[in-house]
């Protein structure tokens, strides 16, 4: 499988979120349950995504001890791991590898809290040891 299709999609990147929102393994069922309701994923959809993100690696399942027919399954691939391989993704998709031009255009879509801009100054600082 190509890297780029080793990466959750749209949709399986919301079965992800689920399980890292509440920190522990889940049914396929509660998975379903736990979604927004505004995604509109039925329990099936939401085994298939969970089937394709066990190819991919992105989740582990254990058979439950009392019913062989129910897997519990949780993330083996956590948030921030998986944000930097999408983000990289994207930069190379769409800005041909350019991270500057990435975050230029991301940064002029909208205003920036004095939080956030402490947090940019320290990641330039960052990068400037780094040289």
């Given at each position: 499988m190509p890297k780029e299709e080793m990466l959750p999609?749209?949709?399986?990147?919301?079965?992800?979120?689920?399980?890292?929102?509440?920190?522990?393994?889940?049914?396929?069922?509660?998975?379903?349950?736990?979604?927004?309701k505004s995604s509109k994923m039925n329990q099936?959809?939401?085994?298939?995504l969970?089937?394709?993100?066990?190819?991919?690696?992105m989740?582990?399942?254990?058979?439950?001890?009392?019913?062989?027919?129910?897997?519990?399954?949780?993330?083996?691939?956590?948030?921030q791991e998986c944000q930097k391989a999408k983000s990289s993704a994207f930069v190379e998709n769409y800005f041909e590898g350019n991270?500057?031009?990435a975050a230029f255009t991301l940064l002029e879509?909208?205003?920036l809290s004095a939080e956030q801009i402490k947090e940019l100054e320290d990641i330039l600082k960052k990068a400037r040891k780094d040289i």
């Open positions: 999609s749209e949709s399986e990147w919301m079965i992800m979120e689920t399980l890292w929102r509440c920190g522990h393994d889940l049914t396929s069922a509660e998975i379903a349950d736990a979604l927004p099936r959809m939401v085994r298939v969970i089937n394709r993100l066990c190819k991919k690696g989740l582990t399942y254990t058979v439950d001890p009392d019913d062989a027919r129910v897997y519990h399954y949780s993330a083996a691939r956590g948030r991270r500057l031009s879509g909208g205003k």
